[in-house]
């Protein structure tokens, strides 16, 4: 069964929003560096990697089905921040705007009775579940945190013991 037109060119389109996720994340792993949070940064690099994961195994998929992978221009991510709870807010936002992509994706798909992209996408759909969970509690406990620098130090230690690949 072959991907349909529609089904194709919305999978192409997330292969980018997961390459921009990527490219995002490490934007703002860059800021947290100079900034002096390494255990943000390592956190962000991490994150930075899965999206990449993300991105190839829709990529990989696409040519299992026969498609073509079209690889379009990745947007400049932000590369300026207020502080860091402006910076895990906006983390917390770009999932749940990426949640919606798939969604969106996942009902192109049942639209199409294409059930080897839905069953696929079924995956994403429980990683985007633990993604928001992950950046809401980061966000919550930032409010918790304040401005306090032993505080922050600690926080940045907690992120920092994320473990990639
Ligand atoms: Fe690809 O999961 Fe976040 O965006």
């Known amino acids: 069964m072959k991907l349909e037109k529609n089904v194709l060119k919305a999978m192409n389109e997330q292969v980018n929003k997961e390459l921009f996720s990527s490219y995002l994340y490490l934007s703002m792993s860059a800021y947290c560096e100079s900034e002096g949070f390494p255990g943000c940064a390592k956190w ?27 690889l379009e221009a990745i947007d400049k991510p932000k590369t300026d ?12 936002e770009h999932e ?14 049942i639209k199409a009775n294409d059930y080897p992209t839905q069953i696929m996408l079924q995956w994403f759909i429980t990683e985007q579940v633990e ?13 918790k945190v304040g401005d306090s620098p032993v505080s922050l130090m600690m926080f ?5 013991a994320r473990v990639g690949k």
């Open 44 to 70: 962000l690099k991490v994150q930075s990697e899965e999206e990449n994961d993300h991105g190839m195994k829709i990529y990989h998929f696409i040519h299992e089905r026969g498609g073509r992978v079209e």
């Open 81 to 92: 921040f207020k502080n860091l709870s402006q910076l895990f807010a906006q983390v917390l």
């Open 96 to 109: 749940q705007k990426i949640s919606a992509s798939i969604t969106a994706l996942y009902e192109t798909a």
């Open 131 to 143: 993604e928001e969970k992950n950046a809401h509690e980061i966000v919550d406990l930032l409010k």
């Open 156 to 160: 940045d230690r907690q992120l920092g």
